[in-house]
């Protein structure tokens, strides 16, 4: 599974943004595609998640704020960032997981960096 995120880059507080991840590869099992995120010195954090039947989840921190969703092949996930706030600054990672009764196979993209300014 290969991840290509874009739409990084640097906006305003208060501003928006949106963030883009497209998955090629062998996806035929993939059951969840979504965002995380990993500011300096911090661990990664879950931002976002959803499944190919479309339920969504959310990190505390940006709910209200930020919508994720997907193109109706599921292969492209998207994140709109609203009213960004300092604390948003981090590099985000797209993500899809393969669940299955082994466990869970996770899958990283390459990250893209959102830098929000006062």
């Known amino acids: 599974v290969q991840l290509q995120a874009s739409g990084g880059g640097l906006v305003q507080a208060g501003g928006s943004l949106r963030l883009s991840c497209t998955s090629s590869?062998?996806?035929?099992?993939?059951?969840?595609m979504g965002w995380y995120r990993q500011a300096p010195g911090k661990q990664r954090e879950l931002v976002a998640t959803i499944t190919t039947g479309g339920v969504t989840k959310y990190g505390d921190s940006v709910k209200g704020r930020f919508t994720i969703s997907s193109d109706n092949a599921k292969t492209t996930v998207y994140l709109r960032m609203t009213s960004l706030k300092l604390e948003d600054t981090a590099v985000y990672y797209c993500?899809?997981?393969?669940?299955?009764?082994?466990?869970?196979?996770?899958?990283w993209g390459q990250g893209t960096l959102v830098t929000v300014s006062s």
């Open positions: 590869g062998s996806i035929d099992s993939i059951n969840e």
């Open positions: 993500t899809a997981a393969d669940f299955h009764p082994r466990g869970i196979d996770r899958f």
